[in-house]
């Protein structure tokens, strides 16, 4: 009997240990994880939406995790493409590159990533996607790493990061949404993805200033 009950369920092998471990990195360190489950293949989509990850290039993401997003990112990747992930804590870092040949996983802060893509030969990425917890973090922190997104952000490229539905009645996700509209001359705000826990939907955000 097939099971629907929870909407992260992936069917993959080690779907719950990965669960499992997301949950204890929470316990963890609350204030770098955003949530106590990761997040949904339906959020994942939602986030790839409008991305070019076949065209070559540079693809980057931010807070990879267990890798709910890096592992609907690794096949759409095309032959000429290059593929960083900076992810902070180093035993998720070990286990994502592992699983993930592909890609080169980083342990390091997003506020780095201008010297992550200069090692690698690049000065701008053409598509970031981020699963920081941008609700998590203090404004100052916000406003550092966001705007070094946008200083990064190829001129036609975009930038996906999500946020959960309870995160723009917050005073640090309001902070967010302003942000992004000052850093970025467009941005556009997705349906809510209800098949996540909790529910979430995702800033497409092109056009950096």
Excluded: K
């Amino acid at each position: 009997m097939r099971d629907t009950a929870n909407p992260n369920r992936t069917g993959r092998p080690g779907a719950w240990s990965d669960a499992w471990r997301f949950f204890r990195a929470f316990l963890r360190s609350p204030g770098t994880i955003g949530a106590v489950l990761p997040s949904s293949r339906h959020l994942a989509h939602r986030m790839l939406e409008g991305h070019d990850l076949e065209g070559g290039g540079v693809v980057v993401e931010l807070g990879p995790g267990t890798g709910a997003f890096t592992r609907h990112i690794e096949p759409r990747l095309g032959a000429e493409t290059q593929c960083l992930a900076l992810e902070l804590d180093p035993e998720a870092s070990l286990r994502l590159q592992q699983r993930h040949p592909r890609i080169r996983v980083i342990n390091d802060s997003a506020e780095n990533l201008g010297s992550h893509l200069a090692a690698h030969g690049a000065t701008r990425a053409g598509s970031i996607i981020s699963g920081i917890p941008w609700a998590a973090m203090p404004p100052t922190l916000q406003e550092t790493i966001l705007g070094g997104i946008a200083r990064l952000l190829a001129p036609e490229g975009r930038f996906s990061t999500f946020t959960y539905i309870q995160s723009p009645h917050t005073r640090r996700g309001a902070a967010c949404a302003t942000l992004l509209e000052r850093l970025f001359g467009r941005v556009e705000r997705s349906p809510m993805v209800w098949r996540n826990f909790p529910p979430a939907f995702v800033y497409h955000c092109e056009q950096p200033r």
